[in-house]
């Protein structure tokens, strides 16, 4: 076990990890919410489907839109995204540049580096990324109502989740579209069993540490962000049209895991044990043993993590006559 530990590091590379979710994500995502999302792009009536989304990560939303189809009624698309971190950029040019050859769009570039341009099937997808918060960006007088959908994925529960979605609110046009998927809703679970007591301890420890999450002197988190963003929702002026789980099921097959889905693993394992190694209400040495336990677990192919999450599609609503 220790040896195990001491080999992983995954605070030393986040953009593995978020390459790492995109096939977790794959099979989690809820596909009648996303069918509702389709479904209302294909009735857009307007010129070029603004898109803005929130925490573009390395990029693997757009392809999977485009894969699956969603984005099909806008023949004319101007995509924004934005991050905090513009390291991960270069892996999201990559992963675009990769699918639209894929998916029969001819690439080019666009005014800068970090913009470019997908033309192919009488369509035209324009996409920037830009480096900015969420709150800066809503902050600026021109981005206000210019969007007709807003994406957030698994972003919204790492916020101050009732200021984020009213900033996104003041970003959607009237009558415009938000698609919050992925977002977390209570439960962690691990498979086999280490300890009852201690795994039941872990859990509720880790879940409170999202609850009293600070950043920068603002709330950061909320472990029941799901179920808490229906009302969320509608306090901000919105409508919730669908919503369907989008639980996380990482399980080993014939000893193996599907794609690096054995990093996502050691990663979510490292969080929990970096999250709790300063928490004085549980012991150490346990905490230690449990991670050491569950990394090897990994190796083996072994272990069963399972985490409760929740998708969103509606829009903003419009204002009474």
């Known amino acids: 076990m220790t040896d ?15 390459e790492s979710k995109e096939t977790v994500d794959d099979r989690a995502l809820d596909v009648t919410t996303m069918v509702a999302l389709g479904e209302a792009v294909a009735e857009f009536k307007g010129p070029t489907l603004r898109v803005l989304e929130v ?50 769009f001819k690439f080019e570039c666009g005014s800068n580096e970090h913009e470019f341009v997908l033309n192919g099937n009488g369509r035209t997808l324009t996409m920037r990324l830009t480096v900015s918060s969420l709150e800066a960006w809503s902050e600026q007088a021109e981005n206000t109502e210019s969007y007709d959908l807003v994406i957030a994925q698994a972003v919204l529960d790492i916020l101050d989740t009732r200021a984020a979605v009213g900033q ?5 046009s009237e009558g415009g579209l938000y698609y919050f998927p992925i977002h977390f809703d209570g439960n962690t679970i691990f498979e086999p069993v280490f300890d009852v007591a201690l795994d039941q301890e872990i859990e509720s420890r880790y879940h409170a540490s999202m609850d009293n999450r600070i950043t920068d002197g603002k709330p950061s988190g909320d472990s029941r962000t799901g179920r808490h963003l229906f009302g969320i929702i509608r306090d901000a002026g919105g409508e919730v049209h669908a919503s369907g789980g989008s639980s996380w099921v990482v399980h080993g097959r014939g000893g193996e ?16 044990y970096s999250e709790l190694s300063e928490c004085s209400e549980i012991s150490q040495p346990f ?3 449990w991670a050491g ?21 509606g829009s903003r609503q419009r204002a009474k006559s």
């Open 293 to 313: 336990m569950r990394h090897s677990q990994i190796e083996e192919g072994t272990l069963v993590y399972i985490a409760h999450q929740i998708d969103f599609f």
């Open 4 to 18: 195990v530990m001491k080999s992983f590091d995954a605070s030393s590379d986040f953009k593995r990890y978020l």
């Open 287 to 289: 905490l230690w043993q």
């Open 168 to 172: 996104i609110f003041a970003l959607l």
């Open 257 to 272: 895991y599907p794609a690096d889905e054995a990093y996502f693993l050691h990663f979510i394992v490292d969080g929990v």
């Open 55 to 104: 925490g573009c990560g390395v990029g693997n939303m757009l392809p999977r839109l485009l894969r699956r189809g969603i984005l099909e009624g806008a023949f004319d698309i101007d995509y924004t995204a934005i991050d905090i971190q513009d390291k991960l950029f270069e892996a999201a040019r990559f992963r675009v540049e990769r699918w639209a050859e894929e998916l029969g």
